[in-house]
T-cell receptor, first 112, second 116 residues
Framework: KQEVTQIPAALSVPEGENLVLNCSFTDSAIYNLQWFRQDPGKGLTSLLLIQSSQREQTSGRLNASLDKSSGRSTLYIAASQPGDSATYLCAVVSGGSYIPTFGRGTSLIVHP | EPEVTQTPSHQVTQMGQEVILRCVPISNHLYFYWYRQILGQKVEFLVSFYNNEISEKSEIFDDQFSVERPDGSNFTLKIRSTKLEDSAMYFC??????????????FGPGTRLLVL
C-alpha cells in the first residue's frame, strides 16, 4: 500500500526566502505525482504535475522534481511571498491502481 | 477559466438521514472523482467514475455510498444513512483523458458536511 509522507509538517519563514518542501513515497511504481495548494477551508489548486517519465516541472517561481528510484519529490519555491501562505499537498498516483494517495501536507506561513 | 463547481457549500444533517452532494465537472472532462477530508486529516480518495461506471473505489466507499451521473453535466455522491464520522469536507474533481498520459485533476471548492 502506497504511503506518502511530507516533511516538514509546518514551516514559518520571512518573506523572500527560498523554500524546499519534501514529499516521499514508499512504492516507486508510480504513474505521476502532483503538487497542490490548499487555502484554509477551500478546495485544492493544482500547482504542478510530474509524469513518471519526467524529472521536473516548472511554473513561475515553483519547481518540482521527481526521483522515482529514491521515492522522493521536492517542491522548490523561490523568493517566497506572504501570498504563498497555504498548505501544500503532494499526491501520488500509483501505477497499478490509479488511486491517488495524498500526504498530510506542509503548512507554510510566509510573514512580511 | 472553466472550473468544477459543487453544491451546497455547507450541509448540516441529522444522523441517519440521506444526503446528496452535487458536482458539475468541467464540461469536456471524462474522469470524475470524489474525495473527502476529515478535519485535520489527509485528503482521502473515495471513488473514480468513467464512462458511466465506477472505475476504482476505496475501502471507505462502502454500501452506504453511491455515485451517479444523472445527466450530461452533474455528478452526485449520495450517502444513504449518514453517520457522525461522515462529517468532513467532500471534494469533487475531474480530469480530461488523453491516451497514454494522466492530465491534471481539477478540484471543486468542496461541500462541508456536518452530521449531528
Amino acid at each position: 500500500k502506497q504511503e506518502v509522507t511530507q516533511i516538514p509538517a509546518a514551516l514559518s519563514v520571512p518573506e523572500g526566502e527560498n523554500l524546499v518542501l519534501n514529499c516521499s513515497f514508499t512504492d516507486s511504481a508510480i504513474y505521476n505525482l502532483q503538487w497542490f495548494r490548499q487555502d484554509p477551508g477551500k478546495g485544492l489548486t493544482s500547482l504542478l504535475l510530474i509524469q513518471s517519465s519526467q524529472r521536473e516541472q516548472t511554473s513561475g517561481r515553483l519547481n518540482a522534481s521527481l526521483d522515482k528510484s529514491s521515492g522522493r519529490s521536492t517542491l522548490y519555491i523561490a523568493a517566497s511571498q506572504p501570498g504563498d501562505s497555504a498548505t501544500y499537498l503532494c499526491a501520488v498516483v500509483s501505477g497499478g491502481s490509479y488511486i491517488p494517495t495524498f500526504g498530510r501536507g506542509t503548512s507554510l506561513i510566509v510573514h512580511p | 477559466e472553466p472550473e468544477v463547481t459543487q453544491t451546497p457549500s455547507h450541509q448540516v444533517t441529522q444522523m441517519g438521514q440521506e444526503v446528496i452532494l452535487r458536482c458539475v465537472p468541467i464540461s469536456n472532462h471524462l474522469y470524475f472523482y470524489w474525495y473527502r477530508q476529515i478535519l485535520g486529516q489527509k485528503v482521502e480518495f473515495l471513488v473514480s467514475f468513467y464512462n458511466n461506471e465506477i472505475s476504482e473505489k476505496s475501502e471507505i466507499f462502502d454500501d452506504q455510498f453511491s455515485v451517479e451521473r444523472p445527466d450530461g453535466s452533474n455528478f452526485t455522491l449520495k450517502i444513504r444513512s449518514t453517520k457522525l464520522e461522515d462529517s468532513a469536507m467532500y471534494f469533487c474533481a475531474s480530469r480530461n483523458l488523453e491516451t497514454g498520459r494522466w492530465e491534471t485533476q481539477y478540484f471543486g471548492p468542496g461541500t462541508r458536511l456536518l452530521v449531528l
